[in-house]
């Protein structure tokens, strides 16, 4: 069984800063890519970065030069770094990844962290 476990949402007010963390646990042979969606209400989700095995990533335009993901291949974790936080960015942040478990390959979800960029 496999678990990915979020944290570091909240409510920031515009211009701050919040570092989110996905930590993938469970019987795992391979990871592959890591990656963040959000979804905004009323919208659909939406790929915000992602970071392959090797360190290559790639991000929305709408965060570029903002945000900045990263991964911890020892401990299994994905970080996104979150600055200049606008309002905008509020949304459901979901964490993503592709792996290898029980000899199958699939994406994986997190639950969800809410990050909030208000006044």
């Known amino acids: 069984q496999v678990q990915l476990v979020e944290s570091g949402g909240g409510l920031v007010q515009p211009g701050g800063s919040l570092r989110l963390s996905c930590a993938v646990s469970?019987?795992?042979?391979?990871?592959?890519?890591m990656g963040w969606y959000r979804q905004a209400p009323g919208k659909q989700r939406e790929l915000v970065a992602a970071v392959t095995t090797g360190g290559s990533t790639n991000y929305a335009d709408s965060v570029k030069g903002r945000f900045t993901i990263s991964r911890d291949n020892a401990k299994n974790t994905v970080f996104l770094q979150m600055n200049s936080l606008k309002p905008e960015d509020t949304a459901v942040y979901y964490c993503?990844?592709?792996?290898?478990?029980?000899?199958?390959?699939?994406?994986?979800w997190g639950q969800g962290t809410q990050v909030n960029v208000s006044s």
């Open positions: 993503n990844v592709n792996l290898t478990t029980m000899g199958i390959r699939a994406n994986y």
């Open positions: 469970g019987t795992i042979t391979s990871i592959y890519a």
